[in-house]
């Protein structure tokens, strides 16, 4: 099993340009999550999904877009890149994760730069 | 309002010594704790979950305790080496949250063993 893949790894975009951030998981997991880290600061929750066609805002959603229209794939969408943008992205993935918890299997990230 | 605080941005010590990594919170009610540890350039991988009506978790050399009227949680590594350098992240799963038992991140805590 791969787990979970993302990519690119690293990417340099300017001011106002848009990409796609891919992640796809071969663990047949419900939930899929994607978090930004920023230096000295803990993961923050971007959007996260508990199924195929189901999405939500985390707690900084705004200036990214997700879908999720498979089990296995969750991309996350930049429109109009900015600077503030810059930072390290993680996709995870779980089981149904109910009130006893649950691993989260994150992948490598993705390093992005606003310029 | 809500806060996750842990202790110190870095920890050194002696290999062979036990690290001890303190977590705490402010204004959550937790149904969960979670250990995670990253290491430079990677994402987080899972360590440890202990559940509000837990006190200790024990794996090999870890163990976590969890105090819910201290609001704090504790991560001991025994006999450290200096494998066990990285950053280590603990993450509340809170009772009131979405379906998604969204997980909230504390910014780390970098420990580095000495030879």
């Known amino acids: 099993n791969a787990g979970v893949t993302q990519t690119p790894k690293f990417r340099i975009l300017k001011i106002g340009q848009s990409m796609t951030l891919q992640c796809a998981q071969d663990?047949?997991?419900?939930?899929m999550y994607w978090y930004r880290q920023d230096p000295g600061m803990g993961l923050k929750l971007i959007y996260y999904s508990v199924g195929a066609g189901i999405t939500d805002k985390g707690e900084v959603p705004n200036g990214y877009n997700v879908s999720r229209s498979t089990t296995e794939d969750f991309p996350l969408r930049l429109e109009l890149a900015a600077p503030s943008q810059t930072s390290v992205y993680f996709c995870?993935?779980?089981?149904?994760?109910?009130?006893?918890?649950?691993?989260?299997?994150f992948g490598e990230g993705s390093r992005l730069t606003v310029l | 309002s809500q806060k996750i605080e842990q202790n110190s941005e870095a920890l050194n010590i002696q290999e062979g010594k036990t690290a001890t990594l303190t977590c705490n919170y402010t204004?959550?009610?937790?149904?969960?704790l979670q250990w995670y540890r990253q290491d430079p350039g990677r994402g987080p991988v899972f360590l440890l979950l202990i559940r509000e009506n837990e006190k200790e978790k024990r794996k090999e050399r870890l163990k976590v305790t969890f105090d819910t009227t201290l609001k704090q949680s504790l991560f001991h590594i025994t006999a450290s080496q200096p494998a066990d350098s990285a950053t280590y992240l603990c993450a509340l799963g809170e009772k009131s949250s979405g379906s998604a038992r969204q997980l909230t991140f504390g910014s780390g805590t970098q420990l580095t063993v000495l030879p």
């Open positions: 204004n959550y009610s937790p149904a969960y």
């Open positions: 995870a993935s779980s089981p149904p994760v109910g009130l006893a918890g649950g691993e989260l299997f």
């Open positions: 663990m047949n997991h419900n939930y």
